[in-house]
Every structure is written in structure tokens, then in C-alpha cells.
């Protein structure tokens, strides 16, 4: 059901799209932050 945001991932049930290698990297170390903000 995402093929209009391809190339897309999805972590924890969320759905991060229009993604270049860059942004996808990006993603990955914003949420490796605010997990490691939390604990």
C-alpha cells in the first residue's frame, strides 16, 4: 500500500518514503537517537 512513497521502509510500524540513500540514513540515525534519548 505504498507504492506512491517507493522507495519506502517501515520500523515500528511506521512508514518513512521518497527515501535516496542519504535520507535513508538519516531516518536510521534519528531514531537510533531518540531510542537512545529514552533509555
Partial sequence: ??????????????AYGNLTPASAVKVIKDIRAKEEGAA
Fill in 1 to 14: 500500500g505504498c507504492c506512491s512513497l517507493a522507495p519506502v521502509i517501515m520500523i515500528n510500524g511506521e
